[in-house]
């Protein structure tokens, strides 16, 4: 086992992209506290981390749509009075559809969730941050942060917006000892199409995904190493790079067509 590195909470750990993280700083000497819906799923995660970091794993069980669910999380960590050293903020949801098609309260759930969450929980569990010697704020994101998109206007937005708060955040932090990084994954066959309503993407997904240990992989490594920001995977670094090339209208009208083609038809 690595060097005891204090403690990581995640968000989103019982499956997909938060369990792969969660295990691979494990693997880096992290005891882990696993946030989740499913008391089930998080206790064979936190089985499989205590294996790989010496038994150093706690889970909670919390609905992250609930008014009062980030205080209780925040909480039950200070009441473990553990070394809290790194946020890991994963849970997220995903909506595909045309903005005035999708049932609104839906689309505010997940603006709660990809958004006023991570938010929540770093302005409160800042504090316990800035003690440690080294800490670190893991932000997932995503791709779409980088182009609007047409059926996934909020979705994107919300990510977009994770991406700029957790750059300006850095920029805030740059003189203590939390680094702030923003991970911008692509496709990762995690069940995510399903849960997000974009069965008909599964086809692309399966052909250019990827599963989420080498996500997680390089998201644990960009992070380590204090990057600003990481887009896992080359063939999605390369996407990234001609995107930011491309001027915005062409790149706007090229990034919806992939989605608005395969929107199932009324």
């Known amino acids: 086992m690595n060097e005891d590195r204090g403690y990581a909470l995640i968000t989103g750990a019982s499956q997909g992209l938060g369990a ?50 980030t205080e209780a999380i925040v909480e039950w960590t200070r009441s473990l009075n553990l070394s809290l050293t790194c946020l890991v903020n994963n849970a997220g949801q995903g909506l595909w559809g ?28 800042l504090p316990h941050l800035k003690r440690a010697q080294r800490s670190y704020v893991l932000n997932i994101s995503s791709m779409t942060a980088y ?17 700029r708060w957790s750059r300006s955040l850095r920029v805030e932090l740059k003189n203590g000892p939390v680094s702030v990084t923003a991970v911008c994954p692509g496709s990762i066959i995690t069940g995510f199409t399903e849960r997000a309503g974009m069965m008909a993407m599964d086809d692309l997904a399966r052909k250019f995904g990827t599963g989420p240990e080498p996500v ?45 083609k395969r929107l199932p038809k009324k």
């Open 20 to 69: 792969a993280i969660a295990l691979e700083l494990a693997r880096h000497g992290f005891g882990v506290l696993l946030v989740a819906r499913s008391e089930e799923s998080l206790r064979r995660v936190a089985e499989e981390a205590a294996a790989l970091n010496g038994g150093r794993a706690r889970t909670f069980v919390a609905d992250l749509f609930a008014p009062d669910a």
């Open 147 to 163: 182009s609007a998109m047409a059926s996934l206007a909020v979705y994107g937005g919300s990510k977009t917006f994770l991406l």
């Open 98 to 125: 045309l903005f005035d098609e999708l049932p609104l309260d839906e689309q505010l759930r997940m603006m709660h969730l990809n958004m006023d969450v991570p938010v929540k929980l770093t302005h409160r569990l």
């Open 216 to 260: 997680a992989k390089a998201a644990v490594r960009a992070m380590l190493r204090g990057k600003a920001e990481v887009v896992p995977g080359l063939l999605n670094r390369i996407t990234a790079t001609v995107q930011g090339l491309m001027p915005k209208g062409l790149n706007e009208k090229v990034a919806s067509g992939i989605y608005l």
